[in-house]
């Protein structure tokens, strides 16, 4: 049965620029804003309801939202979500982390793109590389399930991506993910961070794109084991090789295809770099199948019970039909 994965996008802040993402980071470009818990409850007990157990909170950056370590442990006592994670590039989440881990957080995702502090500056717009990999260490060492996720960018860090995988090795991480560049998350000419990129690197986000079958190939070499996952039974199928040290190495290619609902057919992107991968709940109540169509997400902040449930059983209806389109070129 496809059920997506639920991603909160708790808050519009992030502090950051990076170059490759929007001002509103998953969410639909909108005005600032951070999410309110009880939409975040009421939308998450229906999801129990219908089956889903993965919740992921994002953003922005996640941790700026004040209501997280209470939403969690709502979300694991009340509603019985079975794994919940975030996902943030903040080193103050060292801050937090103790709180999150007594409220049920089951996994923690990093960003992280360099271990060189000059280019994670240019690529963030921050200069704290060496606060965020002390974070990251002094998570693993406290037993936090943490995975590293890391775009892969032609001309910035393609050839550092080898040693970004014997550095979490050797600290201990568990899965890094490597992803490919989403290339039309830049459409709009008045995006900061797309001038941003022009003027520090003097590309666009197309340039920056590279396959990574070669990395694959690579991996393919170096790995003991290879299987595919398909997260929810959708997005799109990543290999994931396991090398002798035990690290899984995901990789994110959308030459491998993916999963896709019937209102895609007619979008001008489709076929498109993100797919039917999750359904997003964005801070200012919205309902968004994906990252790259804002006129396919449904406003709910109007909606009774009774409407919601009848909207939301037509939303998980478009995953639950949801198709699988081979390759995209
Ligand atoms: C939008 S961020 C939100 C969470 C948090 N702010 C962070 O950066 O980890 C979620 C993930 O999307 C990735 N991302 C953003 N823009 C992307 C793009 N154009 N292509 C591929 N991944 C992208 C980021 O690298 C990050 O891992
Ligand atoms: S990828 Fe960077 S700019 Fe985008 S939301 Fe995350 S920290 Fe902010």
Request: one cysteine or more; a negative charge; glycine letters at 6%.
């Amino acid at each position: 049965m496809k059920i997506p994965q639920l991603r909160i996008l708790a808050t519009t802040y992030c502090g950051r620029r990076c170059i490759y993402c929007r001002p509103t980071g998953e969410g639909i470009p909108c005005e600032s804003s951070n999410i309110n818990i009880d939409t975040v409850i009421r939308i998450s007990k229906l999801y129990k309801q219908y089956g889903g157990n993965e919740i992921k909170f994002t953003g922005g950056d996640p941790i700026f939202w004040d209501g997280l370590s209470k939403c969690i442990k709502i979300l694991k006592q009340e509603v019985q979500i079975e794994n919940i994670e975030i996902i943030t590039r903040s080193p103050t989440i060292i801050d937090y982390i103790p709180n999150l881990i007594s409220s049920g957080l089951d996994k923690l995702d990093f960003s992280l793109d360099t271990l060189s502090p000059t280019k994670h500056k240019q690529i963030t717009g921050i200069d704290d590389l060496n606060e965020l990999i002390d974070a990251i260490t002094q998570c693993v060492n406290i037993g936090v399930k943490c995975k590293i996720n890391t775009v892969v960018m032609n001309w910035i860090n393609r050839e550092e991506i080898f040693d970004l995988i014997c550095w979490a090795e050797k600290i201990g991480i568990r899965k890094i993910k490597l992803l490919d560049v989403i290339t039309d998350l830049h459409d709009d000419s008045s995006y900061k961070n797309k001038k941003y990129l022009y003027d520090i690197y003097n590309k666009t986000l197309q340039d920056l794109y590279v396959p990574l079958s070669e990395i694959s190939q690579d991996l393919r070499t170096k790995s003991i084991s290879e299987r595919l996952i398909f997260q929810g039974g959708l997005g799109h199928p990543m290999n994931c090789f396991k090398l002798e040290s035990g690290l899984e190495v995901i990789v994110k290619d959308h030459h491998n295809g993916a999963w896709y609902g019937e209102l895609c057919i007619s979008c001008v992107k489709f076929p498109c770099h993100d797919a039917l991968m999750a359904l997003r709940l964005t801070s200012d109540e919205k309902l968004q199948f994906c990252l790259l169509n804002e006129n396919i997400s449904l406003d709910i902040s109007k909606l009774d019970e009774r409407s919601l449930v009848s909207v939301f059983d037509n939303i998980l209806d478009v995953y639950r039909k949801a198709f699988f389109v081979p390759s995209v070129e």
